[in-house]
Nanobody, 134 residues
Framework: QVQLVESGGGLVQAGGSLRLSCAAS????????IGWFRQVPGKEREGVSC????????YYIDSVKGRFTISRDNAKNTVYLQMNSLKPEDTAVYYC???????????????????????????WGQGTQVTVSS
């Protein structure tokens, strides 16, 4: 069965840390760009950080630069998002997505091209809630 499964979300105080995991099964992430997205009620899902399998290049939105780190463990077929210095505005449901690297030019595109109903990605996880209290 082909799927992505996120884990690692939870409730944390501002300034704390969490590490999210995105484990793939049924396919190899070696050929896919992976992105972490987040969504709060009433807002569009936004790309937070993306990583390429080809050269390990990464992309971060400005609001998380210096605080979040995306990484991948090919042996475990898993991508991680280390989130430090968390802020209340980081509260959201976090999703990981995978798109064939052959269809996506770079990590920036992976993070910004998603449009519900217009440009969808092949695989999404079920989401994991991150709540940061002030």
């Amino acid at each position: 069965q082909v799927q992505l499964v996120e884990s690692g979300g939870g409730l944390v105080q501002a300034g704390g840390s969490l590490r999210l995991s995105c484990a793939a099964s049924g396919f190899s992430l070696d050929y896919y760009l992976i992105g972490w997205f987040r969504q709060v009620p009433g807002k569009e899902r936004e790309g937070v950080s993306c990583i390429s399998p080809r050269d390990g290049s990464t992309y971060y939105i400005d609001s998380v630069k210096g605080r979040f780190t995306i990484s991948r463990d090919n042996a475990k077929n898993t991508v991680y998002l280390q989130m430090n210095s968390l802020k209340p505005e980081d509260t959201a449901v976090y999703y990981c997505a995978a798109e064939p690297a052959s269809l996506m030019p770079n990590v920036l595109a992976m993070c910004v091209m998603f449009r519900p109903g217009k440009y969808e990605y092949d695989y999404w996880g079920q989401g994991t809630q991150v709540t940061v209290s002030s």
